[in-house]
């Protein structure tokens, strides 16, 4: 009656070492430090800072005339960027609505297979676009394979089978150490400590111990990602519907339960412990039940019904531990779940935006600050980066990176800098401020009397 007496794959039962040996690995695998991918530590481009704070920080202890230059700069940007992203966005919405699962509108036109396809790879086309300008860093094979083989911290078994999918894209921003809530056990203990005073002074003993530092376990620290997307399309199928998630605050452990399709099983020591609980009762039910058989047929028939009640409550506990354990992990979803498919193309778009913003804005007061001295690419990035890590210098967070090369792209693009080759490598200098204003002012007219900024 044990569920992890019989092997998944060919039916016959674990010896009973073999048991003991796969549930103690479990065990210490979840009391141990996880060790996680290196790629999760490196520096990532994403700008985890709002624009308004951003702004009030770059105009801080500016003249008066300056900063109110600076402001409408930022402005005459967001705007040019709202405008050219929102086209992108209708643009996208037209692409994703026929090949739309969860679509409510009507007369949509009927794709063949061979048009669905193709509509499908238009979107993930676009939508790999729109990741980069997110700074949304793409995992490879490698590194999902990485992250996939760790097991999650809710006392599940997860299993993903990826070629399921074609693509299987998960994409990340933002990356953090985090200590999670305690659990029921350490709950308990805090409210013991808290009502009864001669336990804190225990504690507090317990404390000053002399060798505490060689049995005190250290605090875990856990990783989790801060925005997850995930692009999958299922090769089964007519349709091959391309699917479109974003979800938030994903403990790296539990990215496999995130996964469409997923199968779901208790772990080898979670199942260790409920059969052995059970095992425990039955054997002495079974005890009882030999002795009855000894006694009288009356007695029998009492213990028998006896040791019948225990193999339902035995099999209603490990029911009912395993539904639980399935419903956390579905409040897990719901409450990290941000948005699906159409919904999650929106969601990107306002990303993408607000991140272009501050790389332009950012990179133009670099150069600004610096008047009469042509910069080198390298040299800008040196700079912003110094100054976005005065912003938050106790953070825990990682390096930020910051994608000077399209901050660039960007300034040449609307005609912010004046640019000086030398011999292989490109120079930058920032056009003063009315300039700058008078650039994007033409560009703004130009596009009200033809409909472009060129």
């Given amino acids: 009656m044990l569920p992890i007496m019989n092997n998944v794959q060919g039916g ?14 479990d065990a210490r695998r979840r009391m141990s430090k996880p ?26 202890n500016r003249p008066e005339e300056q900063a109110s230059d600076l402001r409408r700069l930022h402005r005459m940007l967001a705007d040019r960027f709202h405008l050219e992203f929102h086209e992108k966005l209708l643009h996208l919405r037209d692409l994703f609505i026929p090949i ?41 094979d490698e ?31 933002g990356c953090e150490r985090y200590v999670p809530s305690p659990d029921r056990w350490s709950r308990a203990k805090n409210w013991l400590l808290e009502k009864l005073p001669a336990l ?26 801060k925005k997850v997307f995930l692009l999958l399309r299922p090769k089964e199928g007519q349709d091959q519907t391309v699917i479109l998630k974003l979800y938030r605050d994903v403990p790296v452990d539990n990215l496999k339960i995130i996964i469409p399709d997923a199968s779901i099983k208790i772990t080898i020591f979670d199942s260790f412990k409920i059969g052995a609980t059970v095992g425990c009762g039955l054997i002495a039910s079974a005890l009882k039940l030999a002795l009855a058989a000894a006694l009288s047929w009356v007695v029998l028939l009492v213990f028998l019904f006896t040791f019948i009640s225990s193999v339902l409550k035995g099999l209603a506990g490990f029911i009912n531990s395993k539904t639980k354990h399935i419903g956390s992990c579905s409040q897990e979803l719901l409450y990290q779940n941000l948005s699906n498919n159409i919904g999650t193309i929106s969601a990107l778009v306002t990303m993408a935006e607000e991140q272009e913003v501050k790389e332009i804005f950012l990179a133009y007061v670099e150069l600004l600050d610096h008047p009469g001295q042509w910069q080198t690419v390298q040299e800008m990035d040196k700079e912003v980066e110094a100054w976005l890590g005065t912003l938050d210098p106790d953070s825990q967070y990682k390096k930020i990176n910051f994608e000077e090369s399209d901050a660039v792209r960007k300034l040449k693009e609307k005609k912010l800098v004046d640019i000086r080759q030398e011999g292989e490598q490109e120079r930058f200098r920032a056009v003063d401020l009315p300039t700058a204003l008078d650039r994007l002012t033409k560009a703004w007219t130009r596009y009200t009397t033809d409909g472009t900024f060129d």
């Fill in 143 to 173: 590194q999902i394979n990485q992250c996939l083989t760790l097991q999650p911290l809710s006392g599940l078994k997860v299993e993903v089978d990826r070629l399921k999918f074609d693509p299987f894209q998960i994409s990340y921003r």
């Fill in 100 to 140: 739309d699962p969860d679509r409510d509108t009507r007369a949509e036109p009927i794709l063949s297979p061979e048009e669905h396809k193709q509509k499908g790879e238009e979107v993930i086309h676009e939508i790999q676009s729109l990741l980069t300008s997110c700074n949304f860093a793409e995992m490879t």
């Fill in 12 to 25: 016959c039962p674990l010896p009973p070492k073999n048991i003991l040996a796969i549930a103690f690995q």
């Fill in 200 to 225: 804190r002074k225990l504690s507090s003993l317990k404390n000053r111990w002399p060798l505490k530092k060689y049995f005190s376990q250290p605090e875990k620290k856990f990783l989790r990602l």
């Fill in 35 to 60: 060790s996680y991918p290196k790629f999760l530590e490196e520096p990532e481009n994403f700008i985890p800072f709002r624009m308004t704070l951003l702004l009030e920080k770059l105009l801080e």
